[in-house]
């Protein structure tokens, strides 16, 4: 049995035959819904239910049980039991339409021990992004991986921070031997996660490792913006001399407004004087009350997944939460 979608803010419509998603039947009538994994790892496709439910073969993984229950639903995974009126409201900005770019890197460099500083350099003026997106690498055989931009758009050059994964196709056999020089076939701008300037409200941004990447790019946009809201930047990383980033994120005090920094370092040495632990239990005992604040969270899906539950419980709203899982790429490949 067919069912019909509405959407409320285009009012356009369409049927959802058995056995499909609410995603592929929109791309088969030609209805454009932000998307990525398509496989419930990105979270990318989430759409809120005013009216209507649906199912799933299996729960997604980048959906909480909290946001189920909110009324949120991925679209590439969920089954209509009903006819459904959604609102895709929380991704409506427009973002440049992605293109295939011949770049080539004009620098490359280590920052600290596993994690590699890339500059590439595109042609032109450069291509127009907003910041907290991505970019994917094409490799020869035609796989992507995905990459962060690390600064806001300015002229032709763009930062990328790349953690080494051992033995990994990309970061480590390929970046490890190539030089400034060497071209690199990039597909981009892509991706939903963003500022929300409408949103209004004190700023909680979270990252762990390399998730910094898009939040760099995020609060270098905001720097001497006089309707900044009050930010604070939690860094989890393992170790201090994992803090690549430690000196330029201590420069934007003064710069953001009511700006405080808390690195959090899940295997700190003895001489550490900050916080320990993971970011999402840093959070929750600074904040008994997340009622009030819009929070961005980049980085690993596990850290996303648990913190999303977690500070849903401190009274979080889950419609401005906004997350980039760094999800794998293998994973993707073999969703
Ligand atoms: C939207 C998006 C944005 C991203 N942005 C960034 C970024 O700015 N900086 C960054 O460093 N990474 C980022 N990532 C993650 C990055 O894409 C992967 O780490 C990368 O694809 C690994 O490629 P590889 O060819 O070196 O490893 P592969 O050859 O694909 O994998 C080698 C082995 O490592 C495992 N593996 C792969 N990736 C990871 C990982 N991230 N962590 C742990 N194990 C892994 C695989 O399961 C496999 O066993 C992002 C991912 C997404 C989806
Ligand atoms: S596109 Fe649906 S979760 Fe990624």
């Known amino acids: 049995m067919a069912y019909r979608v509405h959407i409320l803010e285009t009012e356009e419509a ?7 998603s609410v995603l592929e039947a929109a791309e088969r009538s030609e209805v454009k819904l932000p998307h990525e994994c398509t496989f419930g790892g990105c979270g990318t496709c989430r759409i809120k239910l005013a009216s209507g439910t649906v199912r799933y073969e299996e729960f997604p993984m980048a959906l909480t049980p909290e946001e189920a229950e909110e009324g949120y639903a991925l679209a590439c995974q969920a089954r209509p039991t009903a006819d459904l009126c959604i609102s895709v409201a929380s991704s409506r900005q427009t ?5 295939r770019i011949p770049a080539t890197i004009h620098r490359i460099e280590p920052y600290g021990d596993d994690v590699i500083h890339l500059t590439l350099a595109l042609p032109g003026q450069g291509m127009d992004y ?11 055989d035609g796989e992507t991986r995905s990459f962060s931009m690390a600064s806001p758009p ?16 990309y970061t480590d056999q390929w ?6 020089g ?11 996660f963003s500022y929300h300037e409408e949103d209004w409200r004190p700023l909680i941004m ?3 490792g390399t998730g910094i990447a898009p939040i760099k ?3 270098e946009s905001l720097l001497d913006n006089e309707d900044c809201p009050p930010v604070t930047l939690y860094w989890g990383m393992r170790t201090e001399a994992d803090l690549y980033l430690r000196d330029v994120i201590e420069s934007w005090v003064g710069r953001l407004y009511e700006f405080n920094f808390v690195p959090v370092l899940s295997r700190a040495g003895e001489g550490w004087q900050g916080r320990r632990g993971h970011v999402q239990q840093a959070v929750l005992e600074d904040h008994e009350d997340l009622s009030e604040h819009a929070i961005y969270l980049c980085g690993a899906p596990e850290m996303i997944r648990q913190a999303k539950s977690l500070l849903a419980g401190r009274g979080a709203s889950l419609d401005h939460m906004y997350a980039d899982s760094f999800t794998f790429q293998h994973e993707l490949a073999s969703a």
Not at 95 to 99: D, S
Not at 175 to 180: C, F, S, V
Not at 182 to 192: C, H, K, R, S, T
């Open 175 to 180: 970046l490890g031997q190539a030089r400034a």
């Open 206 to 208: 979270m990252a762990t």
């Open 217 to 219: 790019a995020i609060l």
């Open 130 to 140: 907003v910041p907290g997106q991505y970019m994917n690498v094409v490799l020869p």
């Open 182 to 192: 060497a071209d690199v076939e990039i597909e981009a701008p892509l991706g939903v």
């Open 95 to 99: 973002f440049p339409e992605p293109a």
């Open 14 to 20: 369409f049927d959802v035959e058995e056995g499909e």
């Open 154 to 169: 300015a002229g032709n050059l763009v930062d990328f921070h790349v953690r080494r994964i051992p033995g990994g196709r």
